[in-house]
């Protein structure tokens, strides 16, 4: 629909992070917190989610560094199924990777 043809327009970084948001791994119900989207996607992503709130894409929230996400289903579905496990996994090793530091650190 609409919203796919919206996101096929969009820069490679800003669907990276919008497919990131949409992960069940790494989005709760409704809010991913800004250092785990940064840890996932290996950069720093301010000024890309400053884009898609502008957008109205998501809307974010500097008090709780959390990003609450609208699009979340249609940007998910729209992760060929091949892919997605791949994806998960990817997401998954990076936070353990960074849990795990932390941990090393404490």
């Known amino acids: 629909g609409l919203l796919l043809r919206?996101?096929?327009g969009l820069s490679p970084q800003l669907q990276n992070v919008l497919r990131a948001t949409a992960a069940p791994s790494i989005a709760g119900t409704?809010?991913?917190?800004?250092?785990?989207?940064?840890?996932?996607?290996?950069?720093?992503?301010?000024?890309?989610?400053?884009?898609?709130?502008?957008?109205e894409l998501l809307t974010a929230t500097p008090e709780s560094h959390?990003?609450?996400?609208?699009?979340k289903e249609t940007v998910y579905a729209s992760i060929p199924q091949a892919e997605k496990?791949?994806?998960?996994?990817?997401v998954?090793?990076?936070?353990w990777q960074a849990y795990s530091e932390v941990r090393r650190e404490a």
């Open 66 to 71: 959390v990003v609450f996400f609208h699009i």
């Open 85 to 90: 496990q791949a994806f998960h996994l990817k």
């Open 30 to 55: 409704e809010s991913v917190e800004l250092s785990a989207l940064q840890i996932v996607l290996r950069q720093s992503c301010g000024e890309v989610i400053e884009d898609a709130a502008a957008m």
């Open 92 to 95: 998954g090793r990076r936070l």
């Open 6 to 8: 919206i996101q096929e």
